[in-house]
């Protein structure tokens, strides 16, 4: 960053993860904010092909593992990067409007912004609502 750009005083910024306390710290946020499933994922080479140890305070938790090992050469990892982040964007989904909505309507409970938006036709009413 350049030197010329100061924060602000009431925003004091410091490195994260320095020490086991802030990393074990860090990973307690990041575990508690999962909502249904969590997965963990580790590698077991750097990218110079150096083995990888985890951390200590992961596997002292001797959680049930999945190993994937699959020999990936250059150009499948080349592929891979190049392709694999728009599937996601170009599969259309295979089910019906109400088979996508069904799980966020069984939580649902209507506040009073969401009706004024539903009924706002001048931001589009319901159908910019149901988008």
């Known amino acids: 960053r350049s030197s010329s750009i100061s924060y602000p005083y009431n925003l004091p910024l410091a490195p994260a993860g ?51 090992d699959q020999p990936f050469s250059e150009s499948n990892l080349v592929t891979a990067a190049e392709t694999i982040w728009h599937e996601r964007l170009v599969t259309l989904p295979q089910a019906t409007v109400k088979d996508l909505l069904t799980p966020s309507l069984k939580q649902y409970k209507l506040s009073a912004t969401h009706l004024n938006n539903f009924t706002d036709v001048t931001q589009g009413g319901p159908q910019a609502f149901l988008l």
């Open 18 to 68: 320095d020490s086991d306390d802030e990393r074990i710290r860090l990973l307690f946020v990041a575990l508690t904010r999962a909502k249904k499933h969590l997965y963990l994922s580790a590698y077991q080479q750097d990218v110079s092909g150096k083995a990888v140890l985890p951390a200590p305070y992961i596997t002292a938790a001797e959680l049930p593992t999945t190993t994937h």
